[in-house]
Protein backbone atom coordinates (compact mmCIF):
# COMPACT_ATOMS: atom_id res chain seq x y z
CA UNK A 1 0.00 0.00 0.00
CA UNK A 2 1.05 3.60 -1.11
CA UNK A 3 0.74 5.71 1.75
CA UNK A 4 1.37 9.64 1.07
CA UNK A 5 0.66 11.53 4.18
CA UNK A 6 0.74 15.42 4.50
CA UNK A 7 2.84 15.94 1.49
CA UNK A 8 4.37 19.53 0.61
CA UNK A 9 6.52 20.38 -2.21
CA UNK A 10 7.21 24.37 -3.38
CA UNK A 11 9.64 25.35 -6.48
CA UNK A 12 11.11 28.11 -5.60
CA UNK A 13 8.22 30.38 -3.44
CA UNK A 14 5.91 28.23 -5.61
CA UNK A 15 3.70 26.09 -3.38
CA UNK A 16 2.97 23.07 -6.18
CA UNK A 17 1.55 20.44 -3.36
CA UNK A 18 0.20 21.49 0.20
CA UNK A 19 -0.65 18.91 2.62
CA UNK A 20 -1.24 16.05 0.22
CA UNK A 21 -2.79 12.63 2.03
CA UNK A 22 -4.12 9.42 0.23
CA UNK A 23 -3.72 5.81 -0.03
CA UNK A 24 -3.60 3.48 -3.09
CA UNK A 25 -4.37 -0.15 -2.40
CA UNK A 26 -2.48 -3.29 -3.31
CA UNK A 27 -4.32 -4.29 -6.80
CA UNK A 28 -5.95 -1.62 -7.59
CA UNK A 29 -6.27 1.31 -9.82
CA UNK A 30 -6.16 5.02 -8.14
CA UNK A 31 -6.31 7.78 -10.10
CA UNK A 32 -4.94 11.08 -9.86
CA UNK A 33 -7.03 13.76 -11.37
CA UNK A 34 -7.35 17.60 -12.19
CA UNK A 35 -6.88 20.53 -14.25
CA UNK A 36 -3.44 21.49 -16.12
CA UNK A 37 -0.74 22.29 -13.19
CA UNK A 38 -2.24 20.95 -10.56
CA UNK A 39 0.20 18.86 -9.08
CA UNK A 40 -0.55 15.87 -9.96
CA UNK A 41 3.00 14.98 -12.39
CA UNK A 42 4.99 16.91 -9.58
CA UNK A 43 3.26 14.23 -6.97
CA UNK A 44 4.48 11.77 -8.95
CA UNK A 45 7.81 12.95 -9.21
CA UNK A 46 7.75 13.37 -5.38
CA UNK A 47 7.18 9.82 -4.96
CA UNK A 48 9.76 8.54 -6.86
CA UNK A 49 12.52 10.76 -5.69
CA UNK A 50 12.95 12.88 -8.34
CA UNK A 51 11.55 15.92 -6.30
CA UNK A 52 12.70 16.38 -2.49
CA UNK A 53 9.53 17.32 -0.63
CA UNK A 54 9.31 20.35 2.04
CA UNK A 55 7.42 18.11 4.56
CA UNK A 56 5.22 15.14 4.73
CA UNK A 57 6.08 11.43 4.11
CA UNK A 58 5.65 8.87 1.56
CA UNK A 59 6.17 5.53 2.63
CA UNK A 60 5.42 1.90 0.63
CA UNK A 61 4.37 -0.89 2.86
CA UNK A 62 5.29 0.66 5.82
CA UNK A 63 9.04 1.72 4.21
CA UNK A 64 9.47 5.16 3.63
CA UNK A 65 10.87 6.68 0.60
CA UNK A 66 11.00 10.14 1.55
CA UNK A 67 14.78 10.87 1.92
CA UNK A 68 16.04 8.62 -0.37
CA UNK A 69 17.54 8.47 -3.71
CA UNK A 70 15.79 7.76 -7.19
CA UNK A 71 18.14 4.53 -7.65
CA UNK A 72 16.80 2.93 -4.57
CA UNK A 73 13.04 4.02 -4.36
CA UNK A 74 13.36 1.75 -8.05
CA UNK A 75 15.18 -0.96 -5.94
CA UNK A 76 11.98 -0.92 -4.08
CA UNK A 77 9.58 -2.22 -6.10
CA UNK A 78 8.37 1.28 -7.58
CA UNK A 79 8.42 2.18 -11.27
CA UNK A 80 7.36 5.57 -12.61
CA UNK A 81 7.00 5.65 -16.18
CA UNK A 82 7.47 9.68 -16.60
CA UNK A 83 4.98 12.50 -18.84
CA UNK A 84 6.12 11.86 -22.67
CA UNK A 85 6.65 8.46 -21.97
CA UNK A 86 10.65 8.32 -21.37
CA UNK A 87 11.58 5.86 -23.90
CA UNK A 88 15.66 6.37 -24.76
CA UNK A 89 15.18 7.03 -28.75
CA UNK A 90 18.63 6.52 -29.50
CA UNK A 91 18.70 2.93 -27.74
CA UNK A 92 16.93 -0.14 -29.43
CA UNK A 93 13.72 -1.58 -27.94
CA UNK A 94 16.13 -4.49 -26.48
CA UNK A 95 18.39 -2.22 -25.18
CA UNK A 96 15.15 0.09 -23.79
CA UNK A 97 13.69 -3.28 -22.23
CA UNK A 98 17.12 -4.39 -20.62
CA UNK A 99 18.15 -1.52 -18.82
CA UNK A 100 14.85 -1.74 -16.79
CA UNK A 101 16.12 -5.67 -15.28
CA UNK A 102 20.14 -4.60 -14.53
CA UNK A 103 20.00 -4.10 -11.46
CA UNK A 104 18.05 -6.96 -10.18
CA UNK A 105 18.46 -9.97 -12.34
CA UNK A 106 21.29 -12.10 -13.63
CA UNK A 107 22.37 -12.75 -17.38
CA UNK A 108 19.99 -15.87 -17.89
CA UNK A 109 16.68 -14.55 -15.54
CA UNK A 110 17.07 -11.53 -17.85
CA UNK A 111 16.16 -13.21 -20.80
CA UNK A 112 13.47 -14.62 -19.30
CA UNK A 113 11.98 -11.72 -17.66
CA UNK A 114 12.16 -10.10 -21.47
CA UNK A 115 10.36 -12.78 -22.80
CA UNK A 116 7.50 -12.34 -20.94
CA UNK A 117 7.11 -8.58 -21.75
CA UNK A 118 7.63 -9.40 -25.09
CA UNK A 119 4.57 -12.14 -24.76
CA UNK A 120 2.31 -8.98 -23.35
CA UNK A 121 3.31 -6.65 -26.04
CA UNK A 122 3.81 -8.72 -29.41
CA UNK A 123 4.52 -5.22 -30.95
CA UNK A 124 7.45 -4.56 -29.75
CA UNK A 125 8.68 -8.34 -30.28
CA UNK A 126 8.04 -7.84 -33.82
CA UNK A 127 10.45 -4.51 -33.54
CA UNK A 128 13.20 -5.64 -30.91
CA UNK A 129 16.13 -4.97 -32.73
CA UNK A 130 14.65 -1.34 -34.08
CA UNK A 131 15.65 1.93 -32.76
CA UNK A 132 13.25 3.57 -30.55
CA UNK A 133 12.60 5.97 -32.35
CA UNK A 134 11.46 4.60 -34.98
CA UNK A 135 8.05 3.29 -33.12
CA UNK A 136 4.60 5.32 -33.22
CA UNK A 137 3.10 6.98 -29.96
CA UNK A 138 1.54 3.38 -29.56
CA UNK A 139 4.39 1.64 -29.20
CA UNK A 140 6.26 3.66 -27.02
CA UNK A 141 4.11 3.57 -24.36
CA UNK A 142 4.23 0.07 -24.79
CA UNK A 143 7.45 0.43 -24.54
CA UNK A 144 7.85 2.78 -21.38
CA UNK A 145 5.34 0.44 -20.27
CA UNK A 146 6.92 -2.75 -20.48
CA UNK A 147 9.97 -1.47 -19.60
CA UNK A 148 8.25 -0.58 -16.22
CA UNK A 149 7.08 -3.72 -16.11
CA UNK A 150 10.75 -5.51 -16.64
CA UNK A 151 11.95 -4.68 -13.02
CA UNK A 152 8.90 -6.70 -11.59
CA UNK A 153 7.29 -3.37 -9.49
CA UNK A 154 5.09 -3.94 -7.02
CA UNK A 155 3.96 -0.40 -7.20
CA UNK A 156 3.54 1.32 -11.04
CA UNK A 157 3.24 5.21 -11.30
CA UNK A 158 1.87 6.10 -14.70
CA UNK A 159 1.84 9.47 -16.14
CA UNK A 160 -0.57 10.35 -18.81
CA UNK A 161 -0.16 7.25 -20.51
CA UNK A 162 -2.84 8.53 -23.07
CA UNK A 163 -1.13 11.31 -23.98
CA UNK A 164 -1.22 11.75 -28.02
CA UNK A 165 -2.73 8.16 -28.21
CA UNK A 166 -5.74 7.46 -30.53
CA UNK A 167 -9.46 6.59 -28.67
CA UNK A 168 -8.57 2.97 -29.61
CA UNK A 169 -5.07 2.53 -28.63
CA UNK A 170 -5.80 4.28 -24.80
CA UNK A 171 -8.46 2.26 -24.47
CA UNK A 172 -6.15 -0.58 -24.98
CA UNK A 173 -3.59 0.72 -23.17
CA UNK A 174 -5.64 1.41 -19.96
CA UNK A 175 -7.60 -2.34 -20.64
CA UNK A 176 -4.19 -3.35 -19.84
CA UNK A 177 -3.14 -1.50 -16.84
CA UNK A 178 -6.22 -2.84 -15.17
CA UNK A 179 -5.57 -6.42 -16.10
CA UNK A 180 -1.82 -6.38 -14.91
CA UNK A 181 -3.66 -4.57 -11.32
CA UNK A 182 -5.96 -7.18 -10.93
CA UNK A 183 -3.70 -10.25 -12.11
CA UNK A 184 -0.98 -9.83 -10.56
CA UNK A 185 -1.93 -7.76 -7.44
CA UNK A 186 0.16 -4.39 -8.85
CA UNK A 187 -0.91 -0.82 -6.94
CA UNK A 188 -1.11 1.64 -9.74
CA UNK A 189 -1.03 5.25 -9.18
CA UNK A 190 -2.51 6.63 -12.57
CA UNK A 191 -2.19 10.48 -13.48
CA UNK A 192 -4.37 11.10 -16.27
CA UNK A 193 -6.07 14.00 -18.18
CA UNK A 194 -8.50 12.02 -19.84
CA UNK A 195 -10.89 11.69 -16.93
CA UNK A 196 -13.32 9.17 -18.51
CA UNK A 197 -11.26 6.77 -19.47
CA UNK A 198 -9.00 6.94 -16.37
CA UNK A 199 -12.14 6.70 -14.17
CA UNK A 200 -13.45 3.66 -16.21
CA UNK A 201 -10.31 1.46 -14.64
CA UNK A 202 -9.76 2.85 -11.61
CA UNK A 203 -11.12 1.72 -8.35
CA UNK A 204 -10.26 4.98 -6.17
CA UNK A 205 -9.74 9.01 -6.95
CA UNK A 206 -8.05 11.23 -5.82
CA UNK A 207 -9.28 14.93 -7.54
CA UNK A 208 -6.16 17.61 -6.86
CA UNK A 209 -6.70 21.28 -7.10
CA UNK A 210 -3.93 23.89 -7.19
CA UNK A 211 -1.84 21.36 -5.16
CA UNK A 212 -4.75 20.48 -2.28
CA UNK A 213 -6.49 17.57 -2.29
CA UNK A 214 -10.26 18.36 -3.78
CA UNK A 215 -11.82 14.86 -2.81
CA UNK A 216 -10.02 10.99 -2.28
CA UNK A 217 -13.21 8.71 -2.91
CA UNK A 218 -14.43 5.92 -4.94
CA UNK A 219 -13.47 6.05 -8.56
CA UNK A 220 -17.69 5.49 -9.08
CA UNK A 221 -18.63 8.04 -5.99
CA UNK A 222 -16.47 10.74 -8.24
CA UNK A 223 -17.71 9.59 -11.45
CA UNK A 224 -21.45 10.49 -10.17
CA UNK A 225 -20.55 13.29 -8.29
CA UNK A 226 -21.96 16.37 -11.14
CA UNK A 227 -21.16 19.33 -9.49
CA UNK A 228 -17.63 18.12 -8.66
CA UNK A 229 -17.03 16.77 -12.07
CA UNK A 230 -18.13 20.07 -13.74
CA UNK A 231 -16.10 21.98 -11.18
CA UNK A 232 -12.84 20.37 -11.20
CA UNK A 233 -12.72 17.67 -14.08
CA UNK A 234 -14.66 19.69 -16.73
CA UNK A 235 -17.45 17.42 -18.48
CA UNK B 1 57.06 11.35 -53.36
CA UNK B 2 59.03 9.95 -50.57
CA UNK B 3 58.45 13.45 -48.35
CA UNK B 4 54.83 12.67 -49.18
CA UNK B 5 54.86 9.08 -47.89
CA UNK B 6 57.04 10.16 -44.65
CA UNK B 7 54.56 12.87 -43.90
CA UNK B 8 51.65 10.50 -44.35
CA UNK B 9 52.93 8.16 -41.91
CA UNK B 10 53.61 10.50 -39.61
CA UNK B 11 50.28 11.75 -39.77
CA UNK B 12 48.63 8.85 -38.96
CA UNK B 13 50.91 7.88 -35.84
CA UNK B 14 49.87 11.48 -34.33
CA UNK B 15 46.44 11.21 -35.34
CA UNK B 16 46.51 8.22 -33.71
CA UNK B 17 47.65 9.82 -30.36
CA UNK B 18 45.31 12.93 -31.06
CA UNK B 19 42.22 10.23 -31.36
CA UNK B 20 43.48 8.83 -27.64
CA UNK B 21 42.97 12.30 -26.37
CA UNK B 22 40.13 13.06 -27.92
CA UNK B 23 38.31 10.07 -27.16
CA UNK B 24 38.88 11.23 -23.44
CA UNK B 25 37.48 14.38 -24.71
CA UNK B 26 34.46 12.58 -25.70
CA UNK B 27 34.15 10.18 -23.06
CA UNK B 28 33.46 13.32 -20.40
CA UNK B 29 30.86 15.49 -22.88
CA UNK B 30 29.00 12.81 -23.21
CA UNK B 31 28.47 11.94 -19.56
CA UNK B 32 28.83 15.40 -18.46
CA UNK B 33 28.54 17.69 -20.87
CA UNK B 34 31.99 19.04 -19.70
CA UNK B 35 35.09 20.03 -22.05
CA UNK B 36 38.12 19.01 -20.29
CA UNK B 37 40.61 21.55 -20.18
CA UNK B 38 42.52 19.69 -17.55
CA UNK B 39 42.65 16.23 -19.82
CA UNK B 40 46.54 17.16 -21.42
CA UNK B 41 47.89 18.53 -17.88
CA UNK B 42 46.22 15.18 -15.97
CA UNK B 43 48.31 13.11 -18.69
CA UNK B 44 51.34 14.91 -18.57
CA UNK B 45 51.26 14.09 -14.74
CA UNK B 46 50.27 10.85 -15.23
CA UNK B 47 53.12 10.66 -17.38
CA UNK B 48 55.66 12.27 -14.80
CA UNK B 49 55.03 9.16 -12.22
CA UNK B 50 56.08 6.80 -14.98
CA UNK B 51 59.14 8.60 -15.35
CA UNK B 52 59.91 8.93 -11.76
CA UNK B 53 59.18 5.03 -11.55
CA UNK B 54 61.19 4.42 -14.38
CA UNK B 55 64.34 6.59 -13.04
CA UNK B 56 63.91 4.03 -9.46
CA UNK B 57 64.66 1.41 -12.28
CA UNK B 58 61.38 0.18 -11.96
CA UNK B 59 60.13 -1.93 -14.79
CA UNK B 60 58.96 -0.12 -18.02
CA UNK B 61 55.43 -2.02 -18.44
CA UNK B 62 54.85 -1.57 -14.80
CA UNK B 63 55.25 1.83 -14.40
CA UNK B 64 53.41 1.62 -17.94
CA UNK B 65 50.40 0.07 -16.17
CA UNK B 66 51.26 2.15 -13.41
CA UNK B 67 50.46 5.17 -15.15
CA UNK B 68 47.27 4.23 -16.85
CA UNK B 69 45.72 3.18 -13.43
CA UNK B 70 47.25 6.54 -11.63
CA UNK B 71 44.91 8.28 -14.24
CA UNK B 72 41.83 5.87 -13.31
CA UNK B 73 42.04 7.07 -10.49
CA UNK B 74 42.92 10.43 -10.82
CA UNK B 75 40.26 11.35 -13.44
CA UNK B 76 37.38 9.47 -10.52
CA UNK B 77 39.15 11.83 -7.78
CA UNK B 78 38.74 15.06 -10.17
CA UNK B 79 35.15 13.87 -10.85
CA UNK B 80 33.92 13.13 -7.35
CA UNK B 81 35.62 16.05 -5.55
CA UNK B 82 36.15 18.96 -8.23
CA UNK B 83 33.19 18.44 -10.93
CA UNK B 84 30.01 16.96 -9.05
CA UNK B 85 29.61 19.93 -7.08
CA UNK B 86 29.03 22.05 -9.76
CA UNK B 87 26.45 19.73 -10.86
CA UNK B 88 23.16 22.25 -11.75
CA UNK B 89 25.52 25.42 -11.70
CA UNK B 90 26.36 27.60 -14.63
CA UNK B 91 28.25 26.23 -17.40
CA UNK B 92 30.95 28.63 -17.32
CA UNK B 93 31.63 27.36 -13.53
CA UNK B 94 33.28 23.96 -14.79
CA UNK B 95 35.13 25.59 -17.80
CA UNK B 96 36.83 27.88 -14.87
CA UNK B 97 37.57 25.38 -12.80
CA UNK B 98 38.96 22.69 -15.33
CA UNK B 99 41.24 25.84 -16.39
CA UNK B 100 42.32 26.08 -13.12
CA UNK B 101 43.02 22.33 -12.99
CA UNK B 102 45.29 22.69 -15.89
CA UNK B 103 47.41 25.46 -14.53
CA UNK B 104 47.24 23.55 -11.13
CA UNK B 105 48.58 20.51 -12.53
CA UNK B 106 51.41 22.64 -14.69
CA UNK B 107 52.52 24.18 -11.53
CA UNK B 108 52.71 21.04 -9.13
CA UNK B 109 54.16 18.92 -11.76
CA UNK B 110 56.72 21.85 -12.15
CA UNK B 111 58.08 21.86 -8.20
CA UNK B 112 57.60 18.33 -7.67
CA UNK B 113 59.39 16.92 -10.70
CA UNK B 114 61.33 19.87 -12.05
CA UNK B 115 60.08 22.47 -15.24
CA UNK B 116 63.27 21.17 -16.91
CA UNK B 117 63.04 19.24 -20.76
CA UNK B 118 64.12 15.86 -19.84
CA UNK B 119 63.67 12.34 -21.86
CA UNK B 120 61.29 9.58 -21.84
CA UNK B 121 62.29 6.14 -22.84
CA UNK B 122 60.35 4.90 -26.02
CA UNK B 123 59.02 0.93 -25.31
CA UNK B 124 60.53 -0.07 -29.09
CA UNK B 125 62.94 1.41 -31.13
CA UNK B 126 62.65 4.83 -32.89
CA UNK B 127 64.38 3.89 -36.14
CA UNK B 128 62.95 4.16 -38.84
CA UNK B 129 61.82 0.88 -40.58
CA UNK B 130 63.28 -0.32 -44.05
CA UNK B 131 61.31 -1.22 -46.84
CA UNK B 132 63.46 -2.70 -49.79
CA UNK B 133 65.85 -0.19 -49.98
CA UNK B 134 64.15 2.80 -48.59
CA UNK B 135 63.92 3.86 -45.01
CA UNK B 136 60.60 5.38 -43.76
CA UNK B 137 59.61 7.86 -41.13
CA UNK B 138 57.54 4.60 -39.12
CA UNK B 139 59.26 3.12 -36.17
CA UNK B 140 58.46 -0.09 -34.11
CA UNK B 141 57.55 2.37 -31.49
CA UNK B 142 54.82 4.01 -34.21
CA UNK B 143 53.60 0.87 -34.73
CA UNK B 144 53.29 0.34 -30.83
CA UNK B 145 51.18 3.58 -30.91
CA UNK B 146 49.02 2.10 -33.50
CA UNK B 147 48.43 -1.16 -32.03
CA UNK B 148 48.33 0.94 -28.65
CA UNK B 149 45.19 3.06 -30.02
CA UNK B 150 43.66 0.67 -31.58
CA UNK B 151 43.21 -1.53 -28.87
CA UNK B 152 41.73 1.55 -26.95
CA UNK B 153 39.06 2.28 -29.58
CA UNK B 154 38.13 -1.90 -29.77
CA UNK B 155 38.35 -1.69 -26.11
CA UNK B 156 35.81 1.41 -26.09
CA UNK B 157 33.80 0.00 -28.78
CA UNK B 158 33.00 -3.59 -26.87
CA UNK B 159 32.50 -1.49 -23.75
CA UNK B 160 29.39 0.85 -24.96
CA UNK B 161 28.19 -2.10 -27.55
CA UNK B 162 28.75 -5.43 -25.97
CA UNK B 163 28.38 -5.04 -22.38
CA UNK B 164 25.35 -3.84 -20.06
CA UNK B 165 27.78 -1.74 -18.23
CA UNK B 166 28.24 0.54 -21.60
CA UNK B 167 24.50 -0.08 -21.92
CA UNK B 168 24.66 1.92 -18.51
CA UNK B 169 26.77 4.26 -20.09
CA UNK B 170 24.93 5.35 -22.82
CA UNK B 171 21.29 5.71 -21.30
CA UNK B 172 23.23 8.00 -18.91
CA UNK B 173 24.51 9.93 -21.62
CA UNK B 174 21.06 10.17 -23.19
CA UNK B 175 18.57 10.50 -21.13
CA UNK B 176 20.24 10.54 -17.18
CA UNK B 177 16.82 11.07 -15.63
CA UNK B 178 15.15 8.16 -17.44
CA UNK B 179 18.39 6.05 -16.83
CA UNK B 180 18.16 6.91 -12.86
CA UNK B 181 14.26 5.94 -12.81
CA UNK B 182 15.32 2.49 -14.60
CA UNK B 183 17.58 2.16 -11.32
CA UNK B 184 21.15 3.20 -12.76
CA UNK B 185 23.25 4.59 -10.54
CA UNK B 186 23.92 8.08 -13.03
CA UNK B 187 26.80 9.50 -10.51
CA UNK B 188 28.73 6.42 -9.92
CA UNK B 189 28.60 6.35 -14.27
CA UNK B 190 29.66 9.82 -14.92
CA UNK B 191 32.55 8.93 -12.01
CA UNK B 192 33.39 5.96 -14.11
CA UNK B 193 33.56 8.16 -17.34
CA UNK B 194 36.04 11.04 -16.13
CA UNK B 195 38.16 7.59 -14.90
CA UNK B 196 38.18 6.20 -18.30
CA UNK B 197 38.66 9.17 -20.36
CA UNK B 198 41.70 9.97 -18.01
CA UNK B 199 43.08 6.89 -18.61
CA UNK B 200 42.70 7.37 -22.43
CA UNK B 201 44.56 10.65 -21.34
CA UNK B 202 47.68 8.76 -19.95
CA UNK B 203 48.14 6.29 -22.42
CA UNK B 204 48.42 9.21 -24.78
CA UNK B 205 50.87 10.98 -22.50
CA UNK B 206 52.91 7.92 -22.44
CA UNK B 207 52.82 7.24 -26.22
CA UNK B 208 53.60 11.31 -26.99
CA UNK B 209 56.22 11.42 -24.53
CA UNK B 210 59.16 9.53 -26.16
CA UNK B 211 58.60 11.42 -29.02
CA UNK B 212 59.10 14.91 -27.79
CA UNK B 213 61.43 16.77 -25.39
CA UNK B 214 59.67 15.92 -22.37
CA UNK B 215 58.01 19.03 -19.90
CA UNK B 216 55.29 19.66 -17.75
CA UNK B 217 53.59 21.68 -20.61
CA UNK B 218 54.16 18.36 -23.16
CA UNK B 219 50.94 17.55 -23.84
CA UNK B 220 49.68 21.58 -24.21
CA UNK B 221 49.53 21.49 -27.65
CA UNK B 222 48.30 17.86 -28.22
CA UNK B 223 45.56 18.94 -26.13
CA UNK B 224 44.67 21.88 -28.61
CA UNK B 225 44.73 19.38 -31.59
CA UNK B 226 42.79 16.51 -30.07
CA UNK B 227 39.98 19.15 -29.31
CA UNK B 228 40.11 20.33 -32.74
CA UNK B 229 39.89 16.09 -33.51
CA UNK B 230 36.86 15.95 -31.27
CA UNK B 231 35.35 18.99 -32.77
CA UNK B 232 35.97 18.05 -36.17
CA UNK B 233 34.66 14.31 -35.45
CA UNK B 234 31.66 15.81 -33.06
CA UNK B 235 32.32 15.96 -29.49
CA UNK B 236 29.69 13.08 -28.42
CA UNK B 237 31.15 10.38 -30.81
CA UNK B 238 33.64 8.12 -29.98
CA UNK B 239 34.11 6.80 -34.17
CA UNK B 240 34.27 10.80 -35.04
CA UNK B 241 37.35 10.99 -32.20
CA UNK B 242 39.22 8.61 -34.26
CA UNK B 243 38.11 10.15 -37.21
CA UNK B 244 39.02 13.53 -36.75
CA UNK B 245 42.11 12.98 -35.02
CA UNK B 246 43.81 11.03 -38.15
CA UNK B 247 42.25 13.72 -40.26
CA UNK B 248 43.64 16.29 -38.11
CA UNK B 249 46.72 14.45 -37.53
CA UNK B 250 47.18 14.19 -41.56
CA UNK B 251 46.04 17.87 -41.62
CA UNK B 252 48.61 19.07 -39.39
CA UNK B 253 51.45 16.76 -40.96
CA UNK B 254 51.01 18.01 -44.93
CA UNK B 255 50.68 21.70 -43.37
CA UNK B 256 54.23 21.40 -41.35
CA UNK B 257 56.04 19.65 -43.43
CA UNK B 258 54.88 21.84 -46.86
CA UNK B 259 54.13 24.88 -45.42
CA UNK B 260 56.56 25.07 -42.23
CA UNK B 261 55.92 23.16 -38.64
CA UNK B 262 55.67 26.95 -37.30
CA UNK B 263 52.54 26.86 -38.79
CA UNK B 264 50.79 23.68 -37.74
CA UNK B 265 49.02 25.30 -34.89
CA UNK B 266 47.59 28.28 -37.61
CA UNK B 267 46.19 24.81 -39.48
CA UNK B 268 45.00 23.64 -36.04
CA UNK B 269 42.63 26.97 -36.07
CA UNK B 270 41.56 26.93 -39.75
CA UNK B 271 40.30 23.31 -39.07
CA UNK B 272 38.43 24.66 -36.15
CA UNK B 273 36.99 27.42 -38.06
CA UNK B 274 35.66 25.88 -40.78
CA UNK B 275 34.01 23.53 -38.88
CA UNK B 276 32.33 25.54 -36.14
CA UNK B 277 31.40 27.72 -39.30
CA UNK B 278 30.02 24.47 -41.90
CA UNK B 279 29.03 21.83 -39.71
CA UNK B 280 29.37 23.24 -35.69
CA UNK B 281 27.91 19.70 -34.42
CA UNK B 282 31.00 17.96 -36.23
CA UNK B 283 30.83 15.14 -38.87
CA UNK B 284 29.38 12.43 -36.71
CA UNK B 285 27.74 13.72 -33.92
CA UNK B 286 23.87 12.24 -33.41
CA UNK B 287 21.31 14.97 -34.02
CA UNK B 288 19.71 16.93 -31.23
CA UNK B 289 17.58 14.46 -29.19
CA UNK B 290 14.20 15.18 -30.10
CA UNK B 291 11.92 14.72 -27.06
CA UNK B 292 8.03 13.96 -27.48
Known amino acids: ?235 | MSLFINLTLNGVTNGMIFAAVALGLVFIWRATHIVNFGQGSMAMFTTYLAVTLLDRQVNYWLAFAAALVAGLVMGAVVETVLIRPLRGKPALNPVIVTLGLFILLEGMAGSIFGIGNRSFPPAFSQAGLTFGHTKVAFSHFDVFILVAVVVLMLGTLVLFRATSLGLRMRAAAFAPEVARLLGVRVGRILTLGWALAAVAGSLAGLLVAPTVSFSPNFMDLVLVYAFTAAVLGGLDSPVGALVGGLVTGLALSYVGGYLGSSLEPLGALAILMVVLSARPEGLFSRPEPRRV
Open chain 1, 1 to 235: MLDVEDLSVSYGAVRALQGVTFQAQDGSVTAVLGANGAGKTTLLRTVSGLVKQRSGTVSYDGEKLTGLSVENIVRLGISHVPEGRGVIEELTVDENLRLGTLWQFNRGHRRSVLDEIYDLFPPLAERRSRMASTLSGGERQMLAIGRALSSKPKLLLLDEPSLGLAPMVTAQIMAMVQRLARETRLTVVLVEQNVRSALSIAEEAVVINLGRVVVADRAATVAADTQLRHHYLGF
